[in-house]
């Protein structure tokens, strides 16, 4: 199936806790992103990759670090974990004049 | 600074209702906007996307138009159905940038 799948669906985590979340397309896109969506359901721009470059890198804590080991992939660690990085953090890629496609997103509880 | 607004936050109508969801943006100067929808505790799936040089888009019972000098699109669904009760994003991408800027989301239900 040509998808961008994100890995894991599910993250629960205690506070201080460092975890990582892996996305993968297989679409041959050049760009990738991370969205965070909040509590509200508000999309809001992490950061952007084009062919393993950082191209946007929006006000985002530096305990965030994305990590682009090809253009196929783009992870995200996130170190000493806070109670409100709690969201739903989804992967998308796109191409050239074309729209977007998501993964299916990582819900991280932090507690 | 593009802002992306939609309105309204929360629809809730009879099936076979035709409805008519709205999305203003700020700047002008766009690449491409992009119709989205996501159902509860679910990804965001691809609906329509309308080129900056287009006016309009079609697919089965949905259209999207784009008059990007109002800064405005609208999402036309046809004899709504149960099943097209989701949340809809509509998400604009700026010339000269790569990234999506998303509005705040349409809730709509669709009582059987």
């Known amino acids: 199936d040509t998808a961008v799948s994100q890995t894991p669906k599910y993250l629960v985590t205690q506070m201080g806790n460092d975890k990582s979340i892996k996305c993968e397309q297989n679409l041959g896109h050049d760009t990738m992103y991370w969205y965070k969506q909040d509590s509200k359901k508000f999309l809001k721009i992490m950061f952007s990759?084009?062919?393993?470059?950082?191209?946007i890198n929006e006000t985002v804590p530096n305990r965030f670090s994305p990590k682009s080991p090809d253009k196929a992939h783009l992870n995200l660690h996130i170190n000493s974990l806070e109670l409100g990085d709690s969201a739903v953090y989804f992967c998308a890629s796109r191409d050239a004049g074309y729209g977007y496609t998501f993964g299916s997103g990582t819900r991280l509880t932090v507690v | 600074k593009q802002e992306v607004t939609q309105i309204p936050a929360a629809l809730s109508v009879p099936e076979g209702e035709n409805l008519v969801l709205n999305c203003s943006f700020t700047d002008s100067a766009i690449y491409n906007l992009q119709w989205f929808r996501q159902d509860p505790g679910k990804g965001l799936t691809s609906l329509l996307l309308i080129q900056s040089s287009q006016r309009e888009q079609t697919s089965g019972r949905l259209n999207a138009s784009l008059d990007k000098s109002s800064g405005r699109s609208t999402l036309y669904i046809a004899a709504s159905q149960p099943g097209d009760s989701a949340t809809y994003l509509c998400?604009?991408?700026?010339?000269?940038?790569?990234?999506?800027?998303f509005g705040t989301g349409t809730r709509l239900k669709v009582l059987a």
């Open positions: 998400a604009v991408t700026s010339s000269g940038t790569y990234k999506y800027i």
């Open positions: 990759y084009n062919n393993k470059e950082l191209i």
